[in-house]
């Protein structure tokens, strides 16, 4: 089964700086698709940024932008010029190729912006 | 915004009654997940539906049934709940699409209390 692993269960960091959100996961799957989710308090699952396995291009979204390692297994999530707004609970979610379409997150990521 | 409800938002239940959440979509996805959110697991998958009367287990599916007899409806039963099962359950839906851009949406979250 494939795994999504963060291994950092909170960070915090001032505002303006830049953060990086590690993840890695575990799979025998050669194309697939990758995801961060934000979940501020208020609950709700927003996309962040999303990548294929294929691509080899980084994928950004203003201030957010991943670096993707396949051969490491590895989708960080870089913020830059941090705001309050910000903070939230990121998630890492893999899903499997077509077929299949299975949804896995991981344990996610507390991220708390210092005014 | 996608048109993904559930019902109820919050609920409050006693130990050994039977529960039934809903999740509605006006997308015409293809495909539904129930995810249940607990502090530290991240969110873990239950069920997922591939169509109508399709449905296959997650990783935590014990004491959990579903059903979907049409596109737009994915149930959720807890067939006698226990205190393990409070929890924050989300419903989420995709489109199925042959798109790698093509994200999953979630429902707002229902918050389940089981004393």
């Known amino acids: 089964a494939q795994t999504v692993t963060q291994s950092q269960p909170e960070m915090s960091v001032q505002e303006a700086e830049t953060v990086t959100l590690s993840c890695t996961y575990d799979?025998?799957?050669?194309?697939?698709?990758l995801f961060w989710y934000k979940q501020p308090p208020s609950r709700q699952m927003i996309l962040v940024i999303r990548q294929e396995a294929y691509k080899q291009q980084n994928a950004t979204e203003n201030r957010f932008s991943v670096n993707f390692q396949k051969a490491a297994k590895s989708f960080s999530l870089k913020i830059s010029d941090s705001q309050l707004g910000d903070t939230a609970m990121y998630f890492c979610?893999?899903?499997?190729?077509?077929?299949?379409?299975?949804?896995?997150f991981g344990t996610g990521t507390r991220l708390t912006i210092i005014p | 915004d996608a048109g993904i409800t559930q019902s109820p938002r919050h609920k409050v239940t006693e130990t050994g009654t039977p529960v039934t959440l809903r999740c509605h979509q006006t997308e015409n996805h293809r495909y539904m997940y129930w995810y249940r959110q607990d502090p530290g697991h991240g969110l873990r998958l239950i069920h997922y539906s591939y169509g109508v009367k399709d449905t296959d287990k997650g990783e935590v599916s014990d004491g959990y049934s579903v059903s979907r007899s049409k596109t737009e409806d994915f149930l959720l039963t807890l067939e006698s709940a226990t205190s393990s099962q409070t929890s924050v359950y989300f419903c989420a839906t995709y489109s199925g699409l042959w798109d790698a851009y093509t994200e999953a949406f979630f429902g707002q979250g229902t918050r389940l209390t089981v004393v």
């Open positions: 799979t025998s799957e050669n194309n697939y698709y």
């Open positions: 979610a893999f899903r499997e190729p077509l077929g299949n379409e299975k949804l896995t």
